[in-house]
């Protein structure tokens, strides 16, 4: 119900442009949460950023405060996370998920995930 797109190959420095698409039957409800998750190999996957649906509030890891930028479209339902400056260690999966009951930054909290969308970042 959840699709990623937009990851790729990216120098240090450079930008990406990732976007979550919900499905009709999926419907994101103003009461949801969306996120953004990274897991890199051999390690757990991490919050990056969530915001909530109906009032547009963001949240943000400490390490990608002040590059990443979340935003939403309500009118069709896409999610998207502008990632500027990127740096090596942002080389990562990222998914995009939904939290039904609210949740925001713990993995558990989340309920639907997409595939994920590889994002490396080359020197």
């Known amino acids: 119900q959840l699709v990623e797109s937009g990851g790729g190959l990216v120098q240090a420095g450079g930008s990406l442009r990732l976007s979550c698409a919900a499905s009709?039957?999926?419907?994101?409800?103003?009461?949801?949460?969306m996120g953004w998750f990274r897991q890199a190999p051999g390690k757990e996957r991490d919050f990056v950023a969530a915001?909530?649906?109906?009032?547009?509030?963001?949240y943000y890891a400490d390490s990608v405060k002040g590059r990443f930028t979340i935003s939403r479209d309500t009118a069709n339902n896409m999610v998207y996370l502008q990632m500027d400056n990127l740096k090596l260690e942002d080389t990562a999966v990222y998914y995009c998920?939904?939290?039904?009951?609210?949740?925001?930054?713990?993995?558990?909290?989340?309920?639907?995930w997409g595939q994920g969308t590889q994002v490396t970042v080359s020197s």
């Open positions: 009709v039957s999926g419907r994101i409800f103003s009461s949801h949460v």
């Open positions: 998920a939904r939290s039904r009951t609210g949740g925001l930054r713990r993995v558990a909290e989340y309920n639907d």
């Open positions: 915001i909530r649906w109906g009032v547009g509030t963001t």
